[in-house]
């Protein structure tokens, strides 16, 4: 789907995205998804998510992560579970990465979307409806 790049830590986290997705069609929700942030959480790094569903309000929105290392081998794998989400509002997600310095984070890639549904039941392909995006 998309790679949310992290940037040197001298610039702050700063980042680039590389989309790789398709544009979502008029039937399936638009979900932006930016890393906004990595810091420090004592023995793990801490990530800021700005999530934006721009239409129907999610009742369950869970994403498939791949982190990849600065060398660009992959560090880890896990799910983050991004619900609930209210229709057309900005909100803010964090979750901890145990274990892993916020320095050796090189990007994260959407792979796939483990679940997502709508307060109004299933909706379409919810994978070719997310903008990932980073700062």
């Given amino acids: 789907m998309g790679i949310l790049r992290a940037g040197a830590p001298a610039l702050g986290f700063a980042a680039s995205c590389l989309l790789l997705g398709l544009p979502a069609s008029a039937d399936t929700p638009s979900i932006s998804v930016e890393l906004n942030k990595l810091e ?26 791949v982190l990849f290392q600065n060398d660009g081998v992959i560090g880890r794998r896990f799910a983050v579970d991004l619900a609930p989400l209210r229709p057309s509002k900005r909100a803010v997600k964090l979750f901890d990465i145990d274990g892993t310095s916020c320095d050796s984070v090189g990007s994260f890639l959407v792979n796939d979307v483990l679940e ?11 994978l ?4 990932p995006s980073s700062k």
């Fill in 40 to 65: 420090p959480n004592g023995g793990s790094c801490r990530a800021y998510l700005v999530v934006n569903d721009k239409s129907t309000g999610l009742k369950t929105l869970k994403l498939d992560i």
């Fill in 116 to 126: 997502c549904e709508a307060e109004s039941g299933e909706i379409g392909d919810c």
């Fill in 128 to 131: 070719a409806a997310l903008s």
